[in-house]
């Protein structure tokens, strides 16, 4: 009875660990004001929750794909959302 919840319960995490992973953000897609605007809405709900909100001027694109690459599935962001933010970030980043 052990070896057969044993093997359920790690067939189970393999099953769970082949699934869909998230698409890596690349650079810019969405550019229109209603998309930025979305990106601003997901960034200030979804990041507010855990932590204070930080300046877009603080990193670069290529700092802002590698901290969203971390962030985005603590935050439970779709791959649309994550490119969403992403693409508000870097359009209002002065770097």
Known sequence: MKKLAWSM??????MVSCGPKSTAVTGPKFTSAEHLAQG????????NRCHKLPDPAKHDDQSWIKTLSRMAP?????????QMVYDYLISVNKK
């Open 40 to 47: 601003k809405t997901v960034f200030e709900n979804s990041c």
């Open 9 to 14: 319960i790690l067939g189970s995490a393999f």
């Open 74 to 82: 603590k935050a439970k962001l779709s791959d649309e959302q994550h």
